[in-house]
């Protein structure tokens, strides 16, 4: 009976294994977003945008700073596939996109063939302090 079990948990296991693999690989192939920091002045993400893989819909209440990590072209487009931008991105430079329009959302896309890799800083609050 001892044997049968190490051979049901040694399954289990080998099964597990190769479904925590095939999670990891499916993660890998997603657009996503990594969360670095956050105050009561900034949030600070990373996006990871995969080629023909959008990240969903989604709008941002203040402006931000971008600052790309790869080379690449990032399109915005909106619910219906309209472009609405288009950034020619090159590794080490950044760019500032103020608040989205009212009620307007977006998808960004990637129509390239490498993942696009970008910082982003978004103030938590539009108003500046002048000293």
Do not use: C
């Not at 971008?66 to 288009?86: I, S």
């Amino acid at each position: 009976m001892s044997r049968l079990r190490t051979i049901a948990a040694t399954t289990t296991l080998s099964f597990l294994a190769g479904a925590g693999a095939m999670w990891a690989q499916q993660q890998a192939q997603m657009s996503r977003r990594e969360e670095q920091f956050t105050n009561d002045e900034l949030k600070v993400w990373k996006t990871t945008v995969m080629p023909k893989a959008p990240l969903a819909l989604h709008r941002h209440e203040h402006g931000r700073a971008l600052v790309a990590l790869t080379d690449g072209q990032l399109q915005v487009v909106d619910k219906n596939g309209k472009v609405l931008d288009t950034y020619n991105l090159k590794a080490g430079k950044a760019l500032w996109l103020g608040k989205d329009p009212a009620g307007q959302m977006h998808a960004d896309v990637n129509p390239g063939t490498k993942p696009i890799e970008v910082m982003v800083v978004q103030l938590q609050q539009d108003t500046v302090v002048k000293k």
